[in-house]
């Protein structure tokens, strides 16, 4: 009999895409994304003498060598958690790179800074000098033209010294991981005045350029980022004047770091409210360099020692620029409050706050009567329909500390005092926080409080459970809202 037989075909699934396996590839990047750090230990006995000799060589293969070697020393941890490869046992080894990165960078030529800087409130902000770069390097002729720090071939191929002053920048980076390590450099004479000094500019018949000849656009703005997460760690431990004394070393650094971080907060592009943030970087997380150089402002400028040093050092229309800059960030609509309830836009806000109430310390008294005249900033219904939200907030007590800030700021502002006139107070200055006003004291506060024409709205707040229940903050809000009697 004849049989009808069908064959079936052997079929096999393909889960390759474009010769590719995807899903070996992602398990891949899933192994090395556990994978922990390498002990310090891994590394073995490591001669720190001869990495010393490498570097003060400067040859080429040495140089190679032992930036290699600490490049990975750097990023490798201790046992215990915030411990690694600690600079303060090779002191000698730290010494010979600052050399190098100071030799690299400006061949021995003294700082000297331009005694007439510039008054006007007028930055190049990191914005700026990202577009310059687009708009030079996309240019019909760019190829052919000689920008600053290009490769020099008249004595053979070679590194780059705007490479090797990068590859510096980032172990100086990774060293300030390290808790002990961000003390020490935070402390130290050379470091800080060393990276202010390679991220500052200069103005000439070619335009903006570097400090350093060996910098081009494109290095300094990846230097800058590298300074910008190096003053992250050591912030906390930073003293512009530690002797209590301001020198002129100590004035030019402070400008210097001033303006370094007002390049990341002043542009009138990137100085907008929450949601808006959101809309131009298209991320549902505060912009990283904006949000770190907050982190650091608010940090240098937390002690009194540091302050007297930066209102000496900074100009007025600085600050004051600054200032409108920090106001522009502050949430407005509706939108922006419901972005409040994650976690990284609140602490974003308290840091633009905090940043705001030492820019009001900062600030001499004409100043901060400008700003609190400046009806064009609104100052005052920002910081009022802000109070509200906060308190009013349907999770209000995570935004306790940011309303506690605002009202500060704004009693700050309100009372238009010196701030470092203590010779009218018999209280010491408080670093942070209350004690300047009259709030709570003997004394009475005369003129109209900044709130003294919303009287009900104020009244409204005073009677909010977390604002009685805090004397302090009761205090000040009341003295804002006081109103002069004939």
């Known amino acids: 009999m004849r049989r009808k037989i069908e064959y079936v075909p052997l079929g096999r699934e393909v889960d390759t895409y474009g010769a590719r396996d995807l899903k070996a590839i992602e398990a891949e990047y899933a192994n090395v994304a556990i994978r922990p750090l390498r002990d310090v230990n891994d590394w073995g006995i490591v001669d720190i003498e001869a990495l010393t000799m490498s570097l003060r060589s400067r040859l080429a ?3 190679s060598y032992a930036l290699t070697t600490l490049t990975l020393l750097s990023t490798m941890r201790g046992q215990s958690q915030g411990t690694g490869f600690p600079i303060i046992q090779c002191l000698d080894l730290f010494e010979e790179i600052l050399d190098l990165l100071e030799e ?5 030529t003294q700082d000297t800074p331009s005694a007439s800087s510039d008054d006007d409130g007028v930055f190049l902000t990191n914005r700026e000098l990202v577009n310059r770069i687009i708009e030079d390097e996309g240019g019909p002729f760019a190829t052919l033209r000689v920008a600053q720090g290009d490769k020099e071939l008249q004595f053979g191929p070679r590194q780059r010294p705007a490479t090797l002053i990068l590859v510096i920048s980032n172990l100086l980076r990774n060293f300030s991981l390290i808790f002990d390590n961000a003390k020490y450099m935070s402390q130290h004479k050379r470091v800080l005045l060393i990276l202010f000094r390679l991220c500052s500019t200069t103005r000439n018949e070619h335009g903006i350029r570097s400090a350093s000849p060996a910098l081009s656009p494109s290095d300094l703005v990846a230097l800058k980022k590298d300074v910008l997460f190096t003053l992250v760690n050591v912030a906390p431990y930073t003293e512009l004047a530690p002797n209590g004394q301001s020198s002129s070393v100590s004035l030019i650094a402070a400008r210097r770091a001033f303006d370094l971080l007002a390049s990341y907060l002043v542009d ?33 400028s937390q002690t009194d020692s540091n302050r007297q040093v930066i209102a000496q050092a900074v100009p007025q229309a600085s600050i004051r620029r600054l200032f409108e800059s920090l106001v ?11 972005l409040l309830v994650r976690e990284p836009w609140v602490c974003y806000v308290e840091k633009t706050l905090m940043a705001i109430y030492s820019l009001a310390f900062l600030a001499p008294p004409s100043l901060k009567q400008s700003m609190k005249n400046d009806r064009k900033l609104g100052f005052k219904g920002v910081m009022l329909r802000m109070i509200r939200k906060f308190l009013w907030f349907p999770d209000h007590k995570t935004l306790m500390v940011a309303a506690r800030r605002a009202i500060e700021a704004m009693k700050m502002i309100d009372d238009g005092e010196d701030t470092f006139d203590t010779g009218q107070s018999t209280t010491p200055t408080l670093a942070f926080g209350m004690g300047y006003g009259e709030a709570g004291e003997s004394g009475t506060e005369r003129g109209t409080g900044l709130l003294g024409g919303q009287r009900e709205m104020a009244w409204e707040m005073l009677m909010h459970r977390e604002v009685l229940s805090d004397v302090v903050m009761f205090g000040e809000l009341e003295s804002l809202s006081r109103v002069e009697c004939p």
């Open 61 to 63: 293969p040495e140089l």
């Open 104 to 108: 690299t960078a400006f061949g021995g």
């Open 268 to 300: 009138p592009s990137e100085a907008i409210s929450l949601y808006a943030l959101v809309q131009l970087n298209g991320s549902l997380k505060p912009p990283s360099l904006a949000d770190a150089a907050l982190e650091v402002f608010t940090r240098i």
């Open 328 to 338: 522009h960030r502050l949430p407005v609509a509706d939108a922006d409050f419901q």
